[in-house]
């Protein structure tokens, strides 16, 4: 079960994505649609003949309702969740009308988090928020949202310089905790602590 934090206090904000990150929607897609043009993020691209159905399988509630769990995403989820100093906000671009089964599945794999965000551009949203970071598997997500600090789950399609690309929970902790050794929460500056 999901439980609220008090995310008041001088805490890491930190930003999570859900598909590609905690769920494998790109595996369904490809089981659904073939795995031409691995390289290609947007899903459009790689069947273009295809988009009208491509959008019914995106906008319907119940191509997240049994996709598998990544556990990459599980695992930084849960990591950040005990250490106690970290707020997860989950900002996702699934359509609205996924919300309700989203929260079902997070609860059912007992993923914890303070908040949960659905936007179609979720760049603005996040840029706003001003977290400490940020985890999604879109490279322009991350660009978006610069000067936050990003860093890619591992895809197929993501190979970047620019930005750190982790496959495993032991890469991101050991990024995070640098990240941490180096710089002061956002919420500290904001608030005029630090």
Not at 145 to 162: K, M, R, S
Request: hydrophobic fraction near 40%.
């Amino acid at each position: 079960m999901t439980i609220r934090r008090d995310v008041a206090g001088l805490t890491w904000e930190f930003v999570v994505d859900l598909d590609g990150v905690v769920f494998e929607f790109i595996e369904d897609f490809e089981a659904r649609f073939g795995d031409a043009h691995k390289e290609y993020v947007s899903l459009y691209a790689r069947y273009p003949e295809r988009k009208e159905e491509i959008i019914a399988y995106v906008k319907n509630p119940k191509t997240y309702q049994k996709l598998y769990v990544k556990p990459l995403g599980q695992g930084i989820a849960r990591y950040l969740w005990d250490r106690k100093d970290t707020a997860i906000h989950i900002v996702s671009s699934r359509p609205f009308t996924a919300l309700d089964i989203t929260k079902r599945r997070l609860n059912d794999i007992d993923l914890r988090y303070d908040t949960i965000s659905f936007r179609k551009d979720k760049v603005p949203f996040i840029k706003a928020m001003q977290p400490d970071m940020a985890i999604d598997d879109i490279i322009g997500v991350l660009q978006g949202i610069q000067p936050v600090p990003g860093v890619l789950a591992a895809q197929e399609y993501n190979e970047t310089p620019f930005f750190p690309r982790i496959s495993t929970v032991e890469q991101f902790i050991g990024l995070w905790e640098r990240f941490v050794d180096e710089n002061i929460p956002n919420s500290a500056r904001r608030t005029g602590v630090a």
